[in-house]
Nanobody, 111 residues
């Protein structure tokens, strides 16, 4: 199983980023997918998750209305559209499924 995140970077407050996670090594369409975030020295926190067919999504309260998780099962990819970014969104973001994790992509929100 391999999960490879991309799309992180530096963005100003109020800006947007789109994270991608390319998956391989398993039947992508059979599993729910999640995005987590982690600040240095702290535990990983669930940001959003999406059911295997994409019909159900759930979000942390802190990102509801600003972030959107989606997936393309034909491309084995899950996305996290992040809008109206705030400095407190600064973290490393990880893609996850089952007990597998990617290496993360860093998001920094700063002016």
């Amino acid at each position: 199983v391999q999960l490879v995140e991309s799309g992180g970077g530096l963005v100003q407050p109020g800006g947007s980023l789109r994270l991608s996670c390319a998956a391989s090594g398993f039947t992508f369409s059979s599993y729910a997918m999640s995005w987590y975030r982690q600040a240095s020295g702290k535990a990983r926190v669930l940001v959003a998750q999406i059911a295997r067919a994409g019909g159900r999504t759930d979000y942390a309260d802190s990102v509801t209305g600003r972030f959107t998780i989606s997936r393309d099962n034909a491309k084995n990819t899950v996305y996290l559209q992040m809008n109206s970014l705030k400095p407190e969104d600064t973290d490393v973001y990880y893609c996850s499924t089952k007990d597998y994790w990617g290496k993360g992509t860093r998001v920094t929100v700063s002016s």
